[in-house]
């Protein structure tokens, strides 16, 4: 009877969840003024709150949540398989019960602390800029400026003929990311960053198997680097990571708000970073539309340029395998899940955004 009991409340438990996602999901489509609320002073005061605390422990507590949950999990499966073993039909129906109700709480929980902003449409409001349909010219000469910006970028460097010296150690780049969006703010507030929280991710190479260079902790608010990637990327990754954390969800906002952080900040690593990044985007979208025009400008890159692109798929290369295949195809379909209908292509569409930026017409 107490078993029965259990499975009530559980089931109870479950059906009071479920209405407070819906009830959340009919408020975000019917009131703009709650979407509002949730967007501008909701989800500011709680990402603040959390990284003003966590901030100050000098490891991912994300991470380590994380590994609790994986462990909890284990032992979850195991009392499961155990109980059928042993036919108890009721503790397994309490057991699957309460597995429904830790999966919804923790989906209602991604929703209110960070997955909402997957439905805040303000960028272009913010960056006072329209961002419309391009054709195959309006991207080429993206593509042109880019190829510009990152063979000077390279040669200021003093790497035009090898692969750029990863540059300062990641607290460092931490601490300069976070003045590059002090400096950015003037130009743009909406990308305002107080209360730092960046660190290192715990799992370093482990990340490289699914092709991992950095994640925001929906629950935490941390913004997680992984240090063991090529150094000349970190700049880009660290400052895109802090675009979530602001607020922008979407990939490719994510990746031009990282973009316009990084090429406003007056450090060679940082614009390097930035415009590397974005000509990758820029000409590999090129590439599936006219492979000639971006064989021309590839040709026209600086041997270091080639030299790094090279690095990177050699580094690659080393951790290539299933793992990023079936990593790729679960994160692919959580983005489509948050109304990033191209998936993991969702992240080149950066390139709409470059074009509007630039204002090429």
């Known amino acids: 009877m107490e078993t029965k009991a259990k499975i009530r409340n559980t089931g109870v438990r479950i059906l009071i969840t479920v209405l407070c996602i819906l009830l959340f999901k009919v408020l975000f489509e019917v009131s703009q003024q709650f979407a509002d609320f949730y967007f501008h002073r909701f989800y500011v005061s709680i990402s603040i709150c959390f990284r003003t605390i966590l901030g100050k422990i000098p490891f991912s507590i994300g991470d380590v949540i994380y590994v609790a949950w994986i462990i909890t999990a284990g032992i979850f499966l ?18 699957l019960l309460k597995g429904i ?65 990863p540059g300062p150690d990641s607290a460092q780049l931490f601490q300069q990311a976070v003045a590059a969006y002090q400096l950015a703010a003037a130009k743009w507030p909406s990308v305002t960053y107080k209360y730092p929280c960046i660190k290192p991710s715990l799992y370093g190479k482990w990340l490289n198997y699914m092709n991992v260079g ?49 090429n406003n900040f007056p450090n060679e690593h940082f614009r390097y970073a930035a415009n590397f990044e974005m000509f990758m985007y820029s000409i590999r979208q090129l590439g599936r539309e006219d492979t000639t025009l971006a064989g021309q400008l590839w040709r026209r890159t600086v041997p270091g ?51 509007a930026y630039f204002r090429i017409k």
């Open 101 to 165: 109700l830790a999966i919804l709480g923790l989906y209602l929980a991604f929703l209110i602390l960070w997955g909402y902003n997957y439905s805040r449409q303000s960028l272009e409001t913010d960056m006072k800029l329209e961002v419309t349909d391009y054709n195959t010219d309006q991207l080429y000469r993206l593509t042109d400026t880019l190829l510009q910006r990152v063979n000077n970028h390279k040669i200021a460097l003093g790497d035009s003929l090898t692969v750029t010296h």
């Open 214 to 262: 950095g994640y925001l902790n929906p629950f935490t608010a941390e913004a997680q680097v992984n240090i063991t990637t090529p150094g000349f990327l970190h700049p880009f990754t660290i400052c895109h990571e802090v675009a979530h954390q602001v607020g922008y969800a979407p990939e490719e906002e994510a990746n031009f708000v990282g973009y316009l952080v990084a």
């Open 78 to 95: 195991l009392k499961l398989c155990y109980n059928i073993f042993k036919t108890k039909w009721y503790k397994v129906v309490f057991l």
């Open 305 to 355: 340029v080639k030299a790094d692109l090279r690095y990177l798929r050699a580094f690659n290369d080393q951790y290539r395998g299933r793992v990023d295949d079936y990593t790729a195809i679960i994160y692919d379909q959580y983005l489509k899940a948050n109304k990033q209908e191209k998936g993991i292509r969702s992240y080149s569409e950066v390139v709409g955004w470059l074009i």
